[in-house]
């Protein structure tokens, strides 16, 4: 039972964790493609917004011109934040019920755990 703790989604070790009977391959598939686009949206906010926005403040910031640096850092603000919420969503949605669903893990209320720590 140790082995499978340190694989399945949950933070509290239990004796009998609570199994499904079959794995959904539907519900997988679905993970599964929300984990490829969710990667690639990632890779299209940080190629399309934020590389280009640091490329464009390293000027201001070598000037050191603080108008220019500090609107810059707005600039950035959207997209990180845009990346930080697919990232959970990837992380705490998609990739959790993935690994949840091949253990075969049953409680799919594993997120308030998460949540909580």
């Known amino acids: 039972d140790i082995y499978y703790y340190w694989f399945a989604p949950t933070l509290c ?45 390293l000027v201001p910031f070598a000037k050191m011109e603080l108008g220019w640096a500090s609107e810059r850092l707005l600039k950035l603000a959207l997209p990180n934040h845009l990346l930080w919420l697919i990232a959970f969503y990837l992380v705490f949605h998609s990739c959790l019920n993935t690994l949840g669903e091949i253990l075969q893990f049953a409680d799919r209320d594993f997120y308030h755990d998460w949540w909580n720590a």
């Open 13 to 57: 070790y239990e004796l009998n964790f609570p199994r499904s009977t079959r794995i959904r391959k539907l519900f997988l598939l679905r993970r599964f493609i929300e984990l490829i686009i969710g990667v690639n949206v990632s890779i299209a906010v940080v190629q399309q917004y934020i590389i280009p926005s640091v490329v464009n403040s």
